[in-house]
């Protein structure tokens, strides 16, 4: 989803979580496992919920086809 709303590959949404995991100095995701789904560490979740403002008015955005203010 979020690749889609951002208009971004995938593959360029996947390097950039290590850069952000190096800047937070923490993991942000239990990663997957055979037969094991991916899941948000404590940081991960801190920074989903710190973040999710953003990402409601990114996909607002998307949906009405509206730039996103700063404000």
């Known amino acids: 989803m979020a690749d889609r709303c951002l208009e971004i590959k995938a593959a360029a949404l996947t390097s950039q979580i290590p850069r952000l995991e190096r ?3 923490g993991e942000l995701f239990i990663r997957a496992k055979p037969f094991h789904p991916m899941r948000l560490t404590n940081l991960g979740t801190t920074v ?3 973040a999710q403002p953003l990402i409601d008015r ?3 955005a998307a949906l ?3 730039p996103v203010s700063a404000g």
Do not use: I, M, Y
């Open 58 to 60: 990114l996909e607002q």
């Open 48 to 50: 989903l919920k710190a």
């Open 64 to 66: 009405h086809d509206a």
């Open 23 to 25: 800047l937070l100095d």
